[in-house]
Each structure stands twice: as C-alpha cells, then as structure tokens.
C-alpha cells in the first residue's frame, strides 16, 4: 500500500511530506450530528482557553476525532509535515526535532485491501523490509475513551534503533493510529503510561465531516 509505505519511510527518515491535515483552526469544522457537534464546541472553547495546548480536534475530508495527551506533553504542529502525522506530541521542555520521544496519530483511509489486521500486517511487513532485525509482537490491548478495546503491536529494531508501539483503532471509513516511537529504548518503555492515556483519550466524533471554508473577499484593486 502505497500510504503505508509513505508513513513508514517518513518515521524512520523524518523526510518532508505533504500534510494531511486539517486542524481545528480557520477554516471552521462541523459535523452532521446535534451531540457531536457540541462536543466539537465545547473541545474547540477549551482549546481556546488552554494556555498549554496539549490536545485537540484532528480533522480532515471523511474523519473527526479528539485526542489528548499527558500533562507535561505538548502537542507541535510544525511537526506533522515532517512525520507525515495527523498530530504529534511530545514531552515539553525539548526542541521539536530533538524530543527522545514521540507520540503522533497517522491515518489509513479505508478501501478493500484496508481493515485493521491487514493494516497490522502490512505494516509489520514494511517495518521489517525496513529494519531487517525487526522484531514484532501484538501487546495488551487497549481501551479507548468510547470504550472500545483497540489492539496495540509492538516494533522493535534495536539494530537500526527504532522502538514503536501502535495501537490500531478502527472507525467508519478509516483506520486511526495511535503510535509511539523513539530511538531510545529507556524512553521508549518509560513512556508507556503517556502513550496508554493518549489512546484512551481518543474519542471518533464523526466521518461526516463538512469544513467551512472562510469567504475570500472579492478584490477592490
């Protein structure tokens, strides 16, 4: 799968990719349900309060989630081009590119070939033509703010020291990833908690997704 491949070589390379991201700034979102739509609202009002911007709405065509991360973890998004990411986190306190740690969403759009055992094991395959001495385990599941068990893999490469950790979570028309990832083993695993709490903060507001887009004012020149 061509995107699976984009986003693995873009973790491990931090090359520069086109964003696919929207978040919660102008333009405005909103979604195609009264309940939803408030907490959008109420997320967005928070946001705008919070003086330590440590989570928010991602969204985009098709998808609406909210994800939030530790205290004492930031949320950057100069960093989301870089790591080809929807969101990413990490602990306050580090340059952007220089965090030991990271904890970032991804996101497949579902067809056919793309449900959430193929996409653990395509992904699994593309880490390991990767990192030859990978090593790959399905860990403890996890359970998102909705109450839903996600299943969580583990990849490993000491070799090429790369150390991730996926939590896959399924929704209408897409496939969100929850992911953490270093190059250092003691932050790695030290961090396991942060990364537990971000899943479980994850809510999926919506697939029916409409951005209002500013009116551009007609050219008086």
């Not at 790959?136 to 020291?161: E, H, I, N």
């Amino acid at each position: 799968m061509p995107y699976l491949r984009s986003i693995l070589q873009n973790l491990v390379a931090a090359i520069a990719a086109p964003m696919l991201l929207l978040m919660l700034t102008a333009p405005a979102l909103a979604v195609e349900d009264g309940d939803t739509n408030r907490v959008v609202r109420d997320s967005a009002r928070a946001a705008a309060d919070s003086v330590d911007w440590s989570g928010g709405i991602v969204y985009g065509p098709g998808f609406a989630y909210y994800l939030h991360a530790d205290t004492g973890w930031v949320m950057d998004h100069t960093l989301e081009r870089p790591f080809d990411a929807m969101s990413v986190f990490y602990q306050r306190g580090y340059e952007p590119m220089g965090a030991p740690v990271y904890i970032i969403s991804v996101l497949w759009y579902r067809d056919s070939d793309v449900t959430v055992p193929g996409a653990i094991d395509q992904y699994g395959d593309l880490f390991a033509s990767q990192c030859p001495d990978a090593q790959v385990k399905t860990c403890s599941s996890l359970v998102t703010a909705r109450g839903d068990s996600v299943p969580v893999v583990q990849y490993l490469a000491y070799g090429s020291s790369i150390y991730e950790r996926v939590a896959f979570c399924d929704a209408p028309g897409v496939i969100v990833g929850i992911m953490i990832r270093s190059r250092y083993p003691g932050n790695f695993f030290e961090s396991m908690p942060a990364f537990a709490n971000t899943v479980r903060s994850y809510l999926f507001l919506s697939n029916k997704v409409r951005i209002d887009r500013p009116k551009v004012p007609p050219d008086s020149t």
